[in-house]
């Protein structure tokens, strides 16, 4: 059974930092899209940032500099430091995966950050950052 599920999330105060994790389990992520989105309450879900195989790498625009996505392999987890954060931050973070996709597929693409496209979802971690 796959399985995704997030941890990390708080409340910090702007200018703050969080580091988000997503252990994922019955599935190997490597062959995976492995994305953070997330909602604000009364808006639609966004894409935040995706890592592929072979270090690829999107980001939303309004993140980049200030947060990094990253996995780790051996223990089949993702990871998104956030640092600088923002009033406009926050929202549940939700960790999503995309696949599995071949070799030739991570050849050919980059990976995205729609969400539709994503197959499995975690329940997500809230993060508050106030002013």
């Known amino acids: 059974e796959v399985q995704l599920v997030e941890s990390g999330g708080g409340s910090v105060q702007a200018g703050g930092s969080l580091r988000l994790s997503c252990a994922a389990s019955g599935f190997t992520s490597s062959r995976y899209v492995m994305g953070w989105f997330r909602q604000a309450p009364g808006k639609e879900r966004e894409g935040v940032a995706c890592?592929?195989?072979?270090?690829?790498?999107t980001y939303l625009d309004s993140v980049k500099a200030r947060f990094t996505i990253s996995q780790d392999n051996t223990k089949n987890t993702l990871y998104l430091q956030m640092t600088n954060l923002r009033p406009e931050d926050t929202a549940m973070y939700y960790c999503?995966?995309?696949?599995?996709?071949?070799?030739?597929?991570?050849?050919?693409?980059?990976?995205?950050?729609?969400?539709?496209?994503?197959?499995?979802w975690g329940q997500g971690t809230q993060v508050t950052v106030s002013s």
């Open positions: 890592i592929a195989k072979y270090g690829g790498i």
């Open positions: 999503a995966a995309d696949g599995p996709k071949s070799a030739s597929w991570f050849s050919a693409n980059s990976p995205h950050l729609t969400a539709a496209r994503y197959d499995y």
